[in-house]
């Protein structure tokens, strides 16, 4: 049996490193939007889910029904994050094989 060529193991995990870096850099780059209530709240965020938008339509404000409104947002919130840790397993999750415990971000959510 031959010992494995140390120089062309480190090669490999470099361009794995460098794989995963710009997975890493395009999943903080893209954005993705939740919605709820047929559209009338809408979340934007990052890959790496930081929220950058919220847009809330006239027709959702109801001075009488905030608790409504609330819900429209921490649900479309929600949307949204579902779709980011979507894509971060699937541009970061085949690299690592699952690694990173259970949250699909690995080490990028903390």
Do not use: C, W
């Not at 709820?36 to 109801?62: P, Q, S, W, Y």
């Not at 971060?88 to 259970?102: C, E, L, R, S």
């Amino acid at each position: 049996m031959t010992q494995p060529d140390m120089n062309e193991l480190i090669r490999q995990a470099a361009e794995v490193q460098a794989q995963l870096q710009q997975a890493q850099e395009e999943l903080l780059a893209a954005t993705v939007t939740g919605t709820a209530g047929g559209g009338l709240v809408t979340v934007t965020m990052t890959g790496g889910a930081e929220m950058t938008d919220v847009e809330i339509k006239r027709e959702a404000v109801d001075p009488e029904d905030v608790e409504t409104l609330q819900d429209l947002i921490l649900a479309a919130y929600r949307d949204a994050h579902t779709q980011a840790s979507q894509l971060a397993q699937d541009k970061i999750g085949p690299m690592t094989g699952g690694m990173g415990g259970d949250s699909p971000f690995g080490g990028l959510m903390g």
